[in-house]
């Protein structure tokens, strides 16, 4: 019996020698990103126009590094609040821990090169080489095509420099060390002919992140078998609970039966020049989908984006978009 308790303490021994050595390697060791690119971004006015549209209506990027004012449907951005971050993002939208967005504008990112703003955006390392978590899009980022990222960070440093120290991201155990498991090099595309509407129109999805909240996970993996069925829960203020749609083209629980001009009609509805906001009153219904950033898309982006989404696998998911929390 004692020769028996002195293996098992000496393998118990090894396990936790074994379980620290592998803490530290994870620590110190990843995330496994070359250095940042030495590049030095030089912006015309083309780019510039392609940098505003991207950072305001396609990719989300205005979406969570500014103030979104909840108490309005579909929560608008609060003006004068455009990049310099804070938002809280935590375990009402099923995160493990608590996870806030950076300070974008020059007062925040002044000081990176565009080297270490590219490599952020693509392969979600920070300027101080530490992990970025995958809420931040680098991985769909690094499909894009370089030339879009170029335009991206060169409209960031024309943003107004707003003053806002963010609080650093708290992520909770497991997800401390998984995190730095999960950059990788960036694999671009070139973007897709636009007369190729469906290759365009994925190309587009794809940097618009749909996906982030279309797609349910679970313990934070997209379950890639679901394409955007639908059903991620996320828990506003107020006690309410709302499921983005199924938008594949099933026809009874997804936008099977939409034409695309019902598509292209939802988001023209939301356009500055005829839509206001209203007021949501606390416990009343309201969306974490962003219609009023996705409204400024050109109808040529919408219906590229439909035609993509009629390729895809059609799923069956009848989602209740809006519930109160019993």
């Known amino acids: 019996?004692?020769?028996?308790?002195?293996?098992?303490?000496?393998?118990?021994?090894?396990?936790?020698?074994?379980?620290?050595?592998?803490?530290?390697?994870?620590?110190?060791?990843?995330?496994?990103?070359?250095?940042?690119?030495d590049i030095k971004i030089s912006a015309t006015p083309e780019m510039l126009k392609r940098g505003e549209y991207l950072f305001n209506n396609v990719c989300g990027c205005v979406d969570c590094h500014s103030t979104r004012d909840f108490s309005k449907?579909?929560?608008?951005?609060?003006?004068?609040?455009?990049?310099?971050?804070?938002?809280?993002?935590n375990e009402d939208f099923g995160l493990p821990g608590k996870f806030y967005a950076k300070n974008i504008t020059p007062a925040g990112i002044g000081n990176w090169t565009d080297g270490e703003?590219?490599?952020?955006?693509?392969?979600?390392?920070?300027?101080?080489?530490?992990?970025?978590?995958?809420l931040m899009p680098y991985l769909n980022f690094g499909k894009m095509d370089r030339n879009d990222i170029y335009a991206i960070i060169a409209y960031l440093r024309t943003l107004k420099p707003l003053e806002n120290?963010?609080?650093?991201?708290?992520?909770?155990?497991?997800?401390n060390l998984i995190m730095r498991t999960i950059p990788q090099p960036n694999h671009f595309q070139q973007m897709p002919n636009r007369s190729n509407t469906v290759e365009y129109g994925k190309y587009i999805t794809n940097a618009a992140n749909c996906n982030e909240c279309h797609t349910p996970q679970v313990r934070g993996e997209f379950q890639m078998n679901r394409y955007l069925s639908g059903g991620r829960e996320f828990k506003l203020p107020g006690g309410i609970i709302v499921r983005p749609a199924n938008i594949t083209p099933d026809v009874q629980t997804g936008i099977g039966s939409w034409t695309k001009e019902q598509f292209l009609e939802k988001f023209r509805s939301y356009r500055k020049d005829k839509y206001v906001p209203p007021s949501v009153g606390e416990g009343e219904l309201n969306t974490v989908m962003p219609w009023i950033f996705f409204a400024g898309l050109t109808d040529e982006d919408l219906s590229a984006i439909f035609d993509y989404l009629r390729t895809i696998t059609p799923i069956p998911n009848r989602v209740t978009k809006f519930e109160k929390m019993k």
């Open 165 to 175: 120290k963010v609080t650093d991201s708290k992520p909770k155990f497991p997800m």
């Open 73 to 89: 449907y579909s929560g608008p951005v609060v003006q004068r609040t455009e990049g310099k971050g804070g938002f809280e993002f």
């Open 117 to 134: 703003v590219f490599r952020a955006i693509t392969e979600g390392v920070s300027k101080d080489g530490e992990p970025l978590f995958p």
């Open 1 to 37: 019996m004692r020769k028996l308790f002195k293996v098992l303490l000496i393998l118990t021994g090894f396990l936790v020698i074994g379980a620290v050595a592998g803490y530290f390697y994870i620590m110190k060791a990843l995330p496994k990103i070359s250095d940042a690119p």
